[in-house]
């Protein structure tokens, strides 16, 4: 059992460049989302999914793309990086409580590290 | 609006003695639930406890527990007997229960425990 896993876990771009932050989890979660944490605050939420093919935005959804194909996958994409977005990101899942299924555990990835020169 | 607040930006602890980090929240939804996590200096997020509105009994996890004082709206973690890997910060978190699981974080305590 992996839980969730975040590639790449260092990454370096050049302003203006895109790529995408790979998220998968294998414990079938409904619930997805991308957070990023600045020095000094808190993890604060880019975009989350409740379910395959629905997605939403968050606090800080700006210079972000998402999209969920599958239940297991939650890509998020820089379309034209900034040095505003240097951070680091954090993947995170869980059961949906809402649908009357059990669990109280937020799981998280181990982070990507993201600097934009 | 949700809101957590920790006002401890960091603090110092002895090794062996307990530790209490404070958090306090602001919610006008009656369904929620209330997380602490530790982050290491490797930076993972690494889950400590849960304690949900309706809750009659404080959580506890081990050497960790939850002092949850709903009226006044706080939740502070109690880490007893504090060992040197408990250095690191500490996030408090809330989620409207029941079909929300976004988490909005506080800014954190950064816990350092003096051997």
């Known amino acids: 059992n992996a839980g969730v896993t975040q590639t790449p876990k260092f990454q370096v771009l050049k302003t203006g460049q895109s790529m995408t932050l790979q998220c998968a989890q294998d414990m079938n979660h409904e619930y997805m989302s991308w957070y990023r944490q600045d020095p000094g605050m808190g993890l604060r939420l880019i975009h989350y999914?409740?379910?395959?093919?629905?997605?939403d935005q968050g606090e800080v959804p700006n210079g972000y793309n998402v999209s969920r194909s599958t239940t297991e996958d939650f890509p998020l994409r820089l379309l034209s990086a900034a040095p505003s977005q240097t951070s680091v990101y954090f993947c995170?899942?869980?059961?949906?409580?809402?649908?009357?299924?059990?669990?109280?555990?937020?799981?998280f990835g181990e982070g990507s590290w993201l600097t934009v020169v | 609006a949700q809101k957590i607040t920790q006002t401890q930006p960091g603090m110092f602890v002895q090794e062996k003695e307990a530790v209490t980090l404070d958090c306090t929240y602001d919610?006008?939804?009656?369904?929620?639930?209330l997380f602490w996590y530790k982050q290491p200096s490797s930076g993972e997020m690494i889950f400590l406890i849960y304690?949900?509105?309706?809750?009659?009994q404080n959580a506890t996890e081990g050497r960790y527990s939850l002092n949850f004082q709903k009226a006044r709206k706080s939740a502070n973690l109690v880490i007893s007997a504090s060992q040197l890997g408990d250095s690191a910060m500490y996030f408090c978190a809330m989620r409207e229960a029941f079909g929300n699981e976004k988490l909005t974080f506080g800014t954190g305590t950064r816990l350092t425990i003096i051997p």
């Open positions: 995170a899942s869980s059961f949906d409580t809402g649908s009357g299924a059990s669990g109280n555990t937020i799981y």
């Open positions: 919610t006008s939804d009656p369904s929620y639930g």
């Open positions: 304690q949900g509105s309706y809750d009659q």
């Open positions: 999914s409740v379910g395959a093919g629905i997605t």
